[in-house]
């Protein structure tokens, strides 16, 4: 099994299921971990209602050790990632969120695998 493969498998098992918030939050994690080495603060700005904060479990399981605050935003969903390395922002792009908010339990698995294979800067816009 890939290092993603169960990123992913911890990430529905914590979370109840496969969705794609929780592919965003996945997503974000394993590139900041990439760039910024060992995370030590994650910092998650957006409407406190689901599916928005369905990116935490997805950040939890793929950076467990790291220290996950969530503040309240009225609209957007933004990710900053610190570590000794520096920060990492990322938002996830408008039309993204479009995408993504209200689309029905059936295809949200079909719909996470989507997140998972597009291209970093399809979904985040680095800030």
């Known amino acids: 099994m890939s290092d993603l ?37 994650c910092i998650v700005s957006c409407p406190r209602v689901k599916p928005y904060l369905c990116i935490i479990d997805g950040i939890r399981a793929a950076l467990p050790d790291t220290i996950v605050e969530v503040r309240e935003s009225s609209r957007g969903l933004r990710i900053e990632f610190r570590s000794d390395e520096g920060v990492l922002t990322l938002s996830v792009r408008e039309d993204v969120l479009e995408r993504y908010i209200g689309r029905s339990w059936d295809i949200l698995p ?18």
Do not use: W, Y
């Open 5 to 41: 493969s169960m990123i992913i498998s911890r990430a529905v098992e914590a979370h109840g299921h496969k969705g794609p918030f929780l592919a965003l939050g996945i997503k974000a994690s394993i590139e900041a971990s990439r760039r910024l080495g060992r995370i030590d603060l």
């Open 110 to 127: 079909s719909l996470a695998d989507e997140a998972l294979s597009m291209d970093l800067h399809d979904l985040f816009e680095e800030c």
